[in-house]
Structure formats: C-alpha cells, structure tokens
C-alpha cells in the first residue's frame, strides 16, 4: 500500500519560514492536498491540488510537488499557524485516499 | 454556510456494530463525493470510506473492508456508516467531509463536521 512519510516535527522562529515535508513514492505524479489541524478542531485544507489556496488561506502558504516529495512552506510564520498538518494523496493502485503522519508545527 | 453534524457515536462493546449519521446543510449534497475520517486522539488522520456523489461507487479502507457500509440518502442529505465486528482498534473521532467535487479521486477534503467519537470497549 502506498506510504507517505512526514517529519514529526518542525520548529521555526516567528517571522521565518517553515517547509514540511510529504516523502511518497513518484508522488510529484499525484495530486497532494494539505490540512492543517488545530487542537481540538476539525481539519481545515490550506493547500489543494499541490499548490491552489482555498479562499481564506493566506497567500503565506504554499507547496510544491515534484520527485519523491512534496514540501509545504509557510512564510511570515505566526503564531497562530502553530499546528498539525497532514499530507494526503488518492492512491488509484490502492483505490484509497492516504494521510501522511502529520508533523506538528511549533512557533519558538 | 456549510454544516455537517454528526451523530450515533458513543461506547460500543467489541463485536458489536455503529451507525453513524452526518447531514449536510448549506450545499447541493447531490453535487459532492462524502467521506469518513477517522483518528485516534493524538494521532494521525485515518481515512475509511467514502462514497461518490451518484452513490453508485464506494470505496473502503483495508482496515474496515467486509465489515463497513457507506450510504447516502439524497433526500435527507444524510450520510451513513454501519461498521460491525468492532474492536478496540476501532476508537477514534469519526469525521463526516463534504469533498470538493462529485467523484472522489479527483477531490479534497473540503469541509469537516465537528467529529463523534466512538470508544469501543467492554
């Protein structure tokens, strides 16, 4: 079954850049959407179709898709970004949609 | 604005079975592919089934294949899941999402209910 790999934390200073990491295998060939997820809420997407911010989503989110790895970067990171965010992708071998592991976002 | 509200979730013995409903306000359900997330508290996001905006095509997770059942009632907007055989490893918050388009490969995860949770346990 497909696998996608994400680093289980990563931690930025306020007003600096954050990327997190999604690892899968030829995943720059699949479509990868982002949700962050604050404690004790629902998930939220942030990115979908590797780079395309719903409206709401400030222009300070955006990813790449190429390779073996899709990266989410943040820029300007505030403290309210301070969250979980997970990486998905459809997997048409497994006919099921796949979530990283999630890494937590910690703002120093 | 866009609603889903859960509900069926609550403590189940092992091998015994949940419904869990969602309806959907605030969309055209007919329009939208729905799914159901699952995660265990303080961990990861787990996806289980989901089902296209015709109803004609289901999809399941390997862990709960054979013994879930995905629905919709275009009538109610209502959403369903029976999942039998429970066991431990079945606990989490069970999320109802409302994707972004009719067929699910081709979507995201575009709105969340407020997430039940289901403990299994004797």
């Known amino acids: 079954s497909y696998v996608l790999t994400q680093p289980p934390s990563v931690s930025v200073a306020p007003e600096k850049t954050a990327r997190m990491t999604c690892e899968g295998n030829?995943?720059?060939?699949?479509?990868v959407h982002w949700y962050q997820q604050k404690p004790g809420q629902a998930p939220v997407v942030v990115i979908y179709y590797n780079n395309d911010r719903p409206s709401g989503i400030p222009e300070r989110f955006s990813a790449s898709n190429s390779g073996n790895t899709a990266t989410l970067t943040i820029s300007g990171v505030e403290a309210g970004d301070e969250a979980d965010y997970f990486c998905?992708?459809?997997?048409?071998?497994?006919?099921?949609?796949?979530f990283g592991g999630g890494t937590k976002l910690t703002v120093l | 604005e866009v609603r889903l509200v859960a509900s069926g979730g609550g403590l189940v013995q092992p091998g015994g079975s949940l419904r869990l409903s969602c309806v959907v306000s605030?969309?055209?359900?007919?329009?939208?592919?729905m799914s159901w997330v699952r995660q265990t508290p303080g961990k990861g996001l787990e996806w289980v089934s989901g089902i296209s905006g015709t109803g004609g095509i289901t999809y399941y997770a390997e862990s709960v294949k054979g013994r879930c059942t995905i629905t919709r009632d275009d009538s109610t907007n209502t959403l369903r899941m029976q999942l039998s055989s429970l066991r431990a490893g079945d606990t989490a918050i069970y999320y109802c999402?409302?994707?972004?388009?009719?067929?699910?490969?081709?979507?995201?995860?575009?709105?969340w209910g407020q997430g039940i949770l289901v403990a299994v346990s004797s």
């Open positions: 998905q992708v459809w997997s048409s071998a497994d006919a099921a949609w796949v």
């Open positions: 030829n995943i720059g060939t699949k479509y």
């Open positions: 605030g969309v055209t359900f007919i329009d939208y592919a």
């Open positions: 999402v409302r994707l972004s388009g009719m067929d699910l490969p081709m979507a995201n995860f575009e709105n």
